[in-house]
Every structure is written in C-alpha cells, then in structure tokens.
C-alpha cells in the first residue's frame, strides 16, 4: 500500500525531530506543520477528547492516587499521560495532586485514568507518524509498499501482534499474540486480579496499559476486586503483567521499522520460512 503523507515527497517542511515534540507537545501540531491540517484536527480532537473526558470522569484526581511519599516534581512525567505532555503540564498546573484536603474518589474514576492514560499513549503513536511524514516529505523518492508505520503501530497497540498481521507477518502476529496476552493472563491470575486497579499499582499499572485495549477493556470487566488476604504471588504477578505491556513497545518498534525500512528501500533482515502472505520491496516474509 502506497504511503500518502498529505504532502509532496521532496517538498520542504520542519524538521521530523520538530515535527515530533510538537506532536508532544500539542496534538496534530506536528501535521498541521506539515499542511495536513485534516490529520492534525483528528488527532487534536480525539486525543484531546480523551483526556478530557478522562479528567471529567477521574474528577481530576489521577495524580491523587499516588501516596503523598512518591508525589515528587517529576512522578507525573512517568505515568502514561506523559505522551499527551502539554495536557499534562496544563493538569500538573491546575489541579496537580489534588490539594490538601481528603476527597473521594468518583464511581467513574477507573474509566476516567484509563482514558486519560490512552489519550498519552495515542499522542505518542501519532507523534511517531508526524515524524515518519516529515521524513517522507523531504525524501526524493519514497520506494517499495508497505503499511504506513503509523498505520502499523496504531493497530499494534490495539492489538498485540495486528501489526505483524497487517505487514502480512501472520506467524509472527499469532506468536506475539499469544505470548502477550498469555503473559499478560499469567500475571492477572497470579496476582488474583490485583493488578488490573491503578488506584493500587500506579506505574506497573501504566507499563499494563501499553498492551493496548485487551488489558483496559479487562480491568473494567474483572478488575477492582477487593482483596480479603495476601496473595502469595501477588508482587510477582504485578510485575509479569506489567512486563507483557512493555514487551509491547518493542513489537511496535519491530513494525515500524519494517514498514520503515520498506518504504525508504533499506534492507531488512529475512525470517527463515518467512510468512506467507508479505508485501513490499522486499522477498515475502521479510521483517
């Protein structure tokens, strides 16, 4: 599949480097820097939307978790709200940690952390393809066909392995698949679901959520058990699913550089039998 950046390939632009930490910063800048302003406005809206729907739903209380011991200058840039950074600093500004006085939780705040948290993590995908069609733009020629990056990590994280599938990387989609989502299985069932509650694991929990949807659609399902004893394994749990997310990125990074590496006409390694099915510029079942 041909790439279409909304762009000329050889036509001047930012800088990728620019056109990323403006994605950081504010959602879609990047794109609308690149004169896709209909990519920029998408991603403004739904990213942005998130979190506010997030900040409505957590009441604003999502840093408030943290236990006033860890609630240090820097601890917001380590949750997953970190990719969507400008909402961040603009929420670390206003409402910060919550203030002083004790205040309860809202019946939706699982919801709420979960959103904000994603809206990050999607900010962060998107400003991966601000930096792609930056690329792209300036390049003289883009060769080969190939999934966009984007496109292929998006899908990801939506879906362990769906990358690999959409570069037609079947096998190697089926065995992520199955590997991350059973080490994620793994983790919840040693930990007896005491994993799937970021009120109790703030950070394993924002390592968890990088497995995409499979495990914030789980915790709302399953999750916020209430724990009447000690779980023998539990600690080992927390941090085996955990593990499953963070694994996560490098399977995104696997697919961006695949597709990557297709489009610009770089080489890239052959798997042994290869799967069935691959496209590009390259022999069928390169990766």
């Given at each position: 599949m041909a790439v279409t950046t909304g762009t000329t390939a050889g036509a001047t632009g930012p800088h990728p480097t620019l056109?990323?930490?403006?994605?950081?910063?504010v959602p879609g800048a990047g794109h609308y820097m690149l004169g896709n302003v209909r990519l920029a406005a998408i991603g403004f809206v739904v990213i942005?939307?998130?979190y506010l729907l997030g900040v409505l739903l957590s009441d604003g209380l999502f840093l408030s978790i943290l236990p006033p011991e860890m609630r240090g200058t820097f601890s917001p840039v380590l949750s997953p709200?970190?990719?969507?950074?400008?909402?961040?600093?603009?929420?670390v500004q206003t409402v910060g940690y919550g203030g002083t006085e004790p205040r309860v939780w809202p019946s939706t705040i699982h919801v709420g952390v979960a959103l904000t948290a994603s809206s990050g993590i999607l900010n962060l995908l998107l400003a991966a393809r601000a930096h792609f069609d930056a690329r792209a733009r300036s390049a003289a020629t883009v060769e080969g066909a190939a999934p966009h990056p984007g496109q292929a990590v998006l899908l990801a994280w939506l879906v362990p392995g769906g990358g690999h599938f959409l570069q037609g990387r079947r096998a190697r989609?089926?065995?992520?698949?199955a590997l991350l989502v059973g080490l994620f299985a793994l983790?919840?069932?040693l930990a007896g679901t005491a994993n799937l509650d970021r009120t109790r694991h703030f950070y394993y929990w924002g390592g968890q959520a990088l497995l995409g949807p499979i495990a914030l659609v789980w915790e709302q399902v399953v999750g916020h058990s209430i724990m009447e004893a000690p779980t023998r394994y539990d600690e080992?749990?927390?941090v085996i699913a955990s593990i499953a997310g963070m694994l996560n990125v490098l399977v995104m990074l696997d697919v961006y550089g695949t597709s990557d590496a297709r489009l610009f006409g770089r080489p890239v390694p052959t798997e042994s039998g290869g799967d069935a099915g691959a496209t590009g510029g390259v022999q069928a079942g390169a990766r």
């Open positions: 056109a990323s930490l403006a994605t950081w910063l942005q939307g998130l709200e970190a990719g969507n950074l400008g909402a961040l600093l603009a929420h989609g089926l065995v992520v698949f983790g919840t069932m080992a749990g927390v």
